[in-house]
């Protein structure tokens, strides 16, 4: 395909028609596009579109149709024809950032992305000059091509974070890191400065704070994999901003959104990952900045509100206090009695309990309830963060936090029992933190395989959890039926075979429970239950016999 005017208007048609909802209209357009797509200067012709065209939906449409070219096409297969050609090749790479930075940010986007795809193929042996071309415009002082460099260096380097290491990674990082390192800094400590010069300015204030926690994230991916030369001698210019920033509160930034998570929040929970990133990896180099830390994460913790957007926040922050718990350097810091009693009250325990949005995940929303809950997926949620407080705790302090935490257990179910109905949420988290205390070690297959020997398992077992099991009513308090069979499914190496026996026909008939968490639940534990082997080989036999009996009679 030539670049001419002519070829501009054919392909400007045809991507107009790949947006109308007729199918008849659509489809052909797309087939079009498609046999054209292997023809020399067609991802050409498409940039050419994006940075010329009068028509802001035509350039997004370029833009998109452009990123998704290069995602099927820009990687070459051995022993496969090479999809698109060398000189196409080279015009793409030549002008491509270019085109990014001078772009709305719609398109920005779509063009960051198809960098980061090729960056993923070719940097740094075939795009040597990538890194230098992109950090050159940090000297504009204009922010919009600034978080654009930002954004695409972010899609680039955040594979280091999962990498494995090799001499090859190792290359790659130094190179990135000769190049990148010091002017990050330096847009760093520009950009704060900048924040103070217009504190006032709410509109440049988001801008520079949504750079601000791109730099925080660049930070985190180019520290993961070592401590770099660099950041070492550094440490004190980035640690002393970072702990500023996160004692900051300008109201200018606050939302009033309780679902989505504003600026400040993004950005404090990316210094929160941070900073446990180094008391994990680096704790001696980050010795002489941890209490700092350790202070303003623990006010954040006990300031901040309940409301959803602040989840992230709250989750990170409590893994940075997990992080440290649980390494011996940092030992002392936990061990006053009154400390452990703090923490316990009010961290872990707020961040236990069963909110209203966690309510209506449960009943509106249960395929997503269950894959956190139950699949592990609740990386990010308060009470996993919490749940691994209470582990990280336990591994110096056991007997004093099973102590401590035993109170509020009994205090809970003792309010439950004042009036079920309207106080079901406490013995959920009782529930939930009897769990937490008790489980030291786990596996998909087994459950827990390690428990704390100072909570008696079977005896919670057999006064909390299994009067709910064997309600008639199999639709009552459906999130404790939930905890109840959780309960089964994740101690079901610990508790007695003749415990587990008695569960299996109480838990199929949950499989009729109207909720759909309930209801998955039991397949699930009654599925865990069948597998296990052993002692427990009748388990299974028994169950299938009473899955049976229930098929055949219902």
């Known amino acids: 395909m030539d670049l001419n005017d002519a070829n501009l208007q054919t392909l400007t048609e045809y991507l107009r028609k790949t947006l109308d909802p007729d199918p008849a209209v659509r489809r052909p357009a797309e087939k079009f596009l498609e046999s054209v797509e292997c023809s020399q200067n067609y991802p050409i012709l498409l940039l050419t579109l994006l940075e010329k065209s009068q028509d802001n939906v ?69 795009w040597p000059d990538l890194l230098t071309e992109m950090v050159t415009r940090f000297q504009s002082g204009d922010f919009h091509i600034i978080n654009g460099v930002l954004r695409t260096a972010h899609s680039l380097f955040k594979r280091y974070r999962h990498e494995f290491k090799s001499n090859e990674l190792w290359s790659e990082i130094k190179l990135v890191l000769d190049t990148f390192a010091g002017p990050l800094t330096e847009l760093f400590k520009a950009t704060i400065e900048l924040c103070q010069t217009h504190a006032n300015d709410v509109n440049a204030l988001k801008v520079l704070f949504s750079s601000l926690t791109l730099i925080s994230k660049l930070f985190y991916s180019l520290n993961f994999q070592d401590l770099p030369e660099f950041f070492e001698d550094n440490m004190e210019t980035w640690m002393t901003n970072f702990h500023n920033l996160l004692t900051l509160d300008n109201k200018l930034l606050q939302t009033d959104d309780e679902e989505e998570a504003g600026l400040l929040e993004l950005l404090k929970s ?176 087994h459950g827990i395989t390690q428990a704390n020997e100072l909570v008696n ?36 190496s610990q508790l007695p075979k003749e415990q587990i026996l008695g569960t299996i026909s109480l838990l199929i008939n949950y499989l009729q429970a109207e909720s759909i968490v309930v209801h998955t639940y039991a397949a699930h534990a009654l599925e865990r239950l069948f597998t296990m082997r052993g002692p427990t080989d009748a388990t299974a036999t028994y169950a299938l016999y009473c899955l049976y009996l229930h098929t055949y009679y219902t």
């Open 58 to 126: 035509i350039r997004v449409c370029a833009a998109v149709t452009f990123k998704n070219y290069i995602k099927r096409n820009w990687r070459i297969v051995e022993d496969e024809p090479n999809k698109i050609c060398d000189p196409d090749r080279t015009a793409i790479k030549a002008n491509i950032v270019h085109l990014m930075l001078s772009s709305q940010e719609q398109i920005q986007k779509q063009l960051s992305d198809a960098i980061s795809i090729i960056g993923r193929e070719d940097f740094p042996q075939k």
């Open 457 to 492: 398992i079977t005896e919670f077992f057999v006064n909390h959890i299994l009067p709910d099991l064997k309600s008639s009513n199999v639709n009552e308090f459906p999130v404790l039926k939930a905890d109840a069979i959780k309960y089964v499914m994740i101690f079901r």
């Open 270 to 445: 990316q210094i929160c990952d941070n900073a446990a990133l180094y008391a994990q990896k680096y704790d001696e180099e980050f010795q002489p900045f941890l209490p700092q830390f350790v202070t303003a994460i623990w006010n954040l913790l006990v300031t901040t509100g309940q409301e959803v957007k602040y989840d992230l926040l709250v989750s990170n922050a409590i893994q940075f206090l997990a992080s440290v718990c649980e390494r011996p350097h940092y030992k002392q810091l936990f061990e006053d009695q009154n400390t452990l009693t703090s923490i316990c009250e009010k961290v872990i325990v707020p961040n236990m309990e069963f909110r209203t949005a966690d309510e209506e995940a449960f009943e509106d929303n249960s395929e997503e309830y269950i894959r956190r809950d139950l699949e592990g997926s609740d990386i990010d949620t308060r009470r996993r963060a919490a749940c691994d407080l209470v582990r990280g705790l336990c591994k110096f302090f056991e007997g004093p936090v099973t102590g401590i935490f035993s109170g509020y257990v009994n205090s809970m179910l003792t309010e439950y029992s004042k009036n079920p109905s309207i106080n079901w949420k406490h013995k959920d988290a009782a529930i939930y933190l009897v769990t937490s205390l008790a489980s030291k070690a786990q596996t998909q297959k």
